[in-house]
């Protein structure tokens, strides 16, 4: 079945991408930083990744959709693959070698949790994270600065993400409290 929407050529994406504003390179890189940190990836790389897939026909480029949205949505696309390859999950922990003394490194006959224990702990925490992301559906700036917070960003950082000012972020924070308090009033239940 042939589709009815036209599509951008190599030669027009590479002609928007180098006709770019300052605002829409800014745009696109604090998206890159956003999507790499929220994964585990490279930011350069992953914009970088966006640009290749876009320009070599991996991905198709309505004419009716911004080319900088196209590459944010590529940019989310991308960084969400690799953060479900099963070795981007994979927690790599130093082995206690026999006969050598290193303080950081797990000896995994020692461990208090099970694989089990660990996996449903794992489980867990996703599911509380989707919940809470899940209140969110239709303020993205909500849903990145609450997936920000999750992630362990603070202050500055959450910010410059969600392009709040001091007072927007101030009030957005509060929003959100009060939304998680109306939907889990006496917190969480496992």
């Known amino acids: ?15 928007a991408v180098r006709d770019l504003t300052e605002a829409q390179w ?3 890189r604090k998206a890159s930083a956003y999507f790499a940190w929220a994964n585990g990836l490279d930011r350069d790389d992953l914009l970088q990744e966006a ?29 969400n693959g690799e953060g479900e390859k099963i070795e981007n999950q994979i927690e ?4 206690v070698q026999p006969g050598a003394s290193a303080d950081s490194a797990a000896d995994p006959k020692d461990s208090n949790d099970s694989q089990e ?29 609450a997936d920000g917070i999750l992630a362990g960003y603070e202050g500055e950082e959450l910010r410059e993400l969600t392009d709040l000012d001091q007072r927007g ?9 009060r939304t998680i308090d109306k939907h889990y009033p006496e917190g969480r239940k496992p």
């Open 26 to 28: 800014i745009r696109l």
């Open 51 to 79: 640009f290749c897939r876009a320009l070599v026909g991996g991905r198709k480029c309505p004419t009716n959709v911004d080319v900088v949205r196209f590459l944010v949505e590529a940019m989310r696309s991308i960084a």
């Open 92 to 95: 790599i922990v130093p082995i």
């Open 1 to 15: 079945m042939k589709s009815d929407v036209s599509v951008r050529s190599r030669d027009e994406i590479a002609a």
């Open 169 to 177: 972020y101030a009030s957005k924070r509060r929003f959100m409290r």
């Open 117 to 145: 224990e660990t996996m449903i702990a794992a489980e867990n925490d996703e599911a509380i994270r989707q919940a809470i992301l899940g209140l969110f559906p239709n303020d993205q700036q909500a849903h990145d600065l």
